[in-house]
């Protein structure tokens, strides 16, 4: 279009001016920012260091290419298709200091800026076609829940905020499918039970008003759709492998995984 330099410059000038007035500011430490969202110290890593599992991206030796499958998964194929995170929970220390006041000083606004950084990792294929209705997406955002009593205590549920803030940074729908139907006590208590027997029964589907309606009034939701599952950090998996059967027994085509960080071998 003839008149798009002129609406770019305008558009650089009017940012020159805000930023003049009001400097942009580090949002996790209130520095100033290098770009609109961290300073140099906090900036988020667009990737992992180094290659990873396509399928729970654990890394991989350095010489294979990213994306190889690692030796866990070939011998046991988890039960999503694939895993992407933004970076690794040890290695890339800088996630740390993001997810820890999120998920535990009470620092809910972080989630927009993590949203928005983990939405650049979303795979092409899942983000929606730019004419599609709502109604038409194969692609749903579904966030693994706390449970309700963990939630009430910690006042937000880090989960939920990261996949609605994705939903809005990619234009995928978001739906709180998923309800946690057994509080877990967290790993490391010394009577905290083995892991996978801790969460194997302790999800189900949160069925919307159409369940008291009777199921003929709305069809299910799930049926031939992929799932992204989110999740603040992957650990050993068996949380995400949980959610991941309960959501291919409701009818989901196919899960993948979408997390801020990768910890644990
Ligand atoms: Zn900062
Ligand atoms: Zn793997």
Not at 89 to 107: A, D, F, T
Not at 170 to 182: E, K, M, N, V
Not at 229 to 257: H, Y
Request: hydrophobic share 40%; with cysteine.
């Amino acid at each position: 279009m003839r008149w798009s330099p002129w609406r770019t410059a305008l558009s650089q000038a009017w940012q020159e001016a805000l930023d003049a007035l009001w400097p942009r500011r580090c949002r996790l430490c209130g520095a100033a920012a290098e770009d609109d969202l961290a300073c140099g110290r906090h900036r988020l890593p667009s990737a992992p260091a180094g290659p990873r599992c396509a399928r729970c991206a654990a890394p991989v030796a350095s010489f294979l290419p990213d994306g190889s499958v690692c030796p866990a998964c070939r011998h046991r194929p988890p039960p999503w298709e694939r895993a992407t995170v933004l970076g690794d929970y040890r290695s890339q220390p800088v996630l740390r200091e993001w997810i820890l006041p999120l998920k535990h000083g009470g620092r809910r606004d972080l989630a927009e800026v993590l949203g928005r950084a983990l939405a650049h990792r979303i795979p092409e294929a899942r983000l929606p076609a730019p004419d599609s209705t709502p109604g038409e997406q194969r692609t749903l955002l579904v966030p693994v829940p706390l449970h309700p009593w963990r939630r009430l205590e910690r006042g937000h549920d880090q989960a939920r905020l990261l996949a609605l803030a994705l939903s809005l940074a990619s234009g995928i729908p978001f739906q709180a499918l998923l309800r946690r139907t057994r509080d877990t006590p967290p790993q490391g208590e010394p009577w905290a039970p083995p892991r996978a027997r801790n969460v194997r029964d302790a999800f189900t589907l949160a069925h919307g008003p159409w369940k008291a309606l009777g199921n003929a009034l709305s069809p299910p939701p799930l049926a031939g759709r992929t799932v992204l599952l989110v999740d603040d950090v992957i650990t050993s998996g068996t949380t995400a492998a949980a959610c991941t059967k309960c959501l291919l027994r409701a009818g989901a085509e196919r899960v993948e995984l979408l997390a801020l960080a990768r910890a644990g071998a």
